[in-house]
C-alpha cells in the first residue's frame, strides 16, 4: 500500500473552492488598503541571515529558517560554533523587518511620508497545530516618516474600513501603549531589568486571569512587593468607563502617575477613529464625550509580544477567535537600525489565516462561469470557437467531456462557482446555437 503524500508539516495545499476564498479576502484587503492611500511593495522571500537575526525580530528569531551556505565542506561543519555560522541567508518570519531594509534601501526614492502595503508567504519553524502554521500569508500595512498620531489613526481607519468590507462584525481594535505599560511597571516597583519578563507574563492575562498572572510573577521570583502591588491593583473596584476612551476615563484604569501627554494621545486616536468608522456620532469636543458605538477600545494591559514597539500598540479582538485576528504598533526605533538615524514608524498587520475562516465567498461570486459538455464527435476547432466567443462576452468557460453519470459533474461544476451548462451539438458553430441552462435546474 502506498504511503500517503502530503505537504510538510505545517504547510498545506488549497483546493479550488478554498483557493477562490483566500483570493477574494486578499482582493477586498488589497482594495480597501489602496483606497486609505497605501501603495503595495514587493520584497525578496530571503534576506541576510545577519539581518533577520539583529534582535529586531524579538523570539521570532528563533523560529527562522535559515539557508545553507554554498559550498560548505565537512571542516566548515565541524569549526562552527553556532548553526547560524552555516547559513548566510534566512526566510523572513514577518514583513517588517524586510519593510525596514526596504526602506533603508530605497528611502531617496519614497516620498517623506511612505505608506506601505505588503501581502505576502512568510515562514516559521513552529511546532504545527491548529490555527498555527509553518508557512502563512501576512497582510500587512505601515507608515514610515509620521511621528505622530495621525499614523495610528489612518492605520486603524483602514483596518476597520478592511473588516467592515470583509462582512464581519462584533470586532474591536483593542489600543494601549508601551509607555503606559512601562510607567505602571515602575510605579509598582518592579525592577528595569524584570520588565521584559513581567510583560510577558501580564500578556497571559486573558488565559490565566489575574491570579495566574500573580502566581507565575511570584514563581518567577519577581520583587514580591511590586507583585503585592499589581494585584492589589487587580482587584481594585472597576468599570467599564475607560472603553469611552475620554481622557478622565482612561486614567481611572492606570496608576495615578500615568503620564497625562501620553493618555491625551490616546484619547484623541480613539476619538478619530470611532469617529471616522461611525457615521453617525460626531467626533465629540469635551474630554469623555465618548463614542456610543466604539470599534476602538482601551485595554491597559494589552501588551504585545514584540519588543521593538515603542509607543502605541493594538489588536482586532473577535468573540469567534480566543487569538487576535492582528495586531500592530508603533516601532520608532527599528529603521534607525540600518540608516543610523531613527525614523518614525508605525504599522498594523491583519491576520489573514485567522480572518479567511470567518469569511464566506459572496453569493454571486460565481456568476457568469459556463461549462460547455460536449462528446467526442465535437472537432476541438468547434470547442475553441465557441470558448473564446463566450470568453470574449466576459464569461468563464470550462470545457467538459460528456460522462455516462452527468449528476456528480454537475456537483463539481456548481462547487467551482459555475451558473450555467450548454451541451455542444457536433454541428454548432456559434454560441447563438447553444441552448444555455442554469445549473440547479438539471
Known sequence: ??????????????????????????????????????????????????RLHAGLGGDNEKLAFGVLKRGLTTEDIQAAKDALDLADLGLRFDLTVPLARFYATHRAELPTVFRAIQIAPVWRAERPQKGRYRQFVQCDIDIIGEAGPLA?????????????????????IRVNDRRLLIGMLDTFGFDAADHDSVLVTIDKLDKVGPDGVVAELRAKGAGAAAVDALDAFF???????????????????????????????????????????????????????????????????????????????????????????????????????????????????????????????PADAGVGGVALVYDTDVAATTLMHLKSELIASGRRVRLERAPRNIKPLLEQLVASGFTEIATVPSGAVTVAELKLRKLGAE
Open 152 to 172: 495610528e489613526i489612518e492605520l486603524l481607519t483602514a483596518t476597520a474600513a478592511t473588516m467592515t468590507a470583509l462582512g464581519l462584525a462584533d470586532w474591536t
Open 235 to 361: 482587584r481594585r473596584p472597576q468599570t467599564l468607563e475607560y472603553l469611552s476612551f475620554g481622557e478622565r476615563a482612561i486614567a481611572k484604569a492606570l496608576p495615578p502617575d500615568a503620564d497625562p501627554a501620553v493618555i491625551a494621545e490616546l484619547a484623541a486616536i480613539g476619538r478619530a477613529v470611532n469617529a471616522g468608522v461611525n457615521a453617525d456620532v460626531g467626533a465629540g469636543t469635551s474630554d469623555d464625550a465618548g463614542i456610543s458605538s466604539s470599534v476602538v477600545e482601551f485595554d491597559p494591559f494589552l501588551v504585545r509580544g514584540m519588543g521593538y514597539y515603542t509607543g502605541t500598540i493594538f489588536e482586532i479582538a473577535h468573540p469567534a477567535s480566543s487569538s487576535s485576528l492582528g495586531g500592530g504598533g508603533r516601532y520608532d526605533g527599528m529603521i534607525g537600525r540600518f540608516l543610523g538615524s531613527d525614523v518614525p514608524a508605525a504599522g498594523f498587520s491583519i491576520g489573514f489565516e485567522r480572518i479567511v475562516d470567518l469569511v464566506e465567498l
Open 1 to 50: 500500500m502506498a504511503s500517503p503524500v502530503n505537504p510538510p508539516r505545517g504547510m498545506r495545499d488549497f483546493l479550488p473552492d478554498e483557493k477562490a476564498r483566500r483570493e477574494h479576502v486578499l482582493s477586498v484587503i488589497r482594495t480597501v488598503f489602496s483606497a486609505h492611500g497605501f501603495d503595495e511593495i514587493e520584497t525578496p522571500v530571503m534576506e541576510d541571515s545577519a
